[in-house]
């Protein structure tokens, strides 16, 4: 399959080529898995408080970087790979507290 990269030009200037691009596998992919996650962090935020979970999903920074390492082959300086540390310190203080508060504020 072909990759088209970018919209021939005119193409978006109407809604119907915005519905054509839509239809692109790739673009359908992509909004399939925005879906997938939004309905993962609302699954996320039912079960546990905001100030727990953007924290532990703050995860994907990490997982993006070793991506980018291993399958792009990308040079990640050694500050970046502090920072990646750094998140991933402060995902493990969070994954020790309690996840949700509710049940302490009726005590």
């Not at 005119?10 to 915005?18: F, I, K, T």
């Not at 691009?21 to 996650?37: C, E, Q, R």
């Not at 979970?53 to 790979?81: H, M, N």
């Amino acid at each position: 399959m072909r990759i088209q990269r970018g919209a021939p030009p005119g193409a978006l200037d109407s809604p119907l080529g915005y519905i054509h691009a839509l239809f692109n596998p790739w673009v359908a992919v992509g909004v399939s898995l925005l879906l997938l996650w939004m309905l993962s962090q609302m699954a996320l935020l039912s079960w546990a408080d905001l100030s727990y979970v953007l924290p532990v999903t703050s995860i994907g920074y990490v997982l993006a970087a070793l991506a980018g390492r291993v399958f792009l082959d990308e040079l990640i300086s050694p500050a970046r790979w502090t920072g990646v540390m750094l998140i991933m310190t402060g995902v493990a203080l969070v994954g020790r507290t309690a996840h949700s508060t509710t049940a302490e504020a009726g005590k």
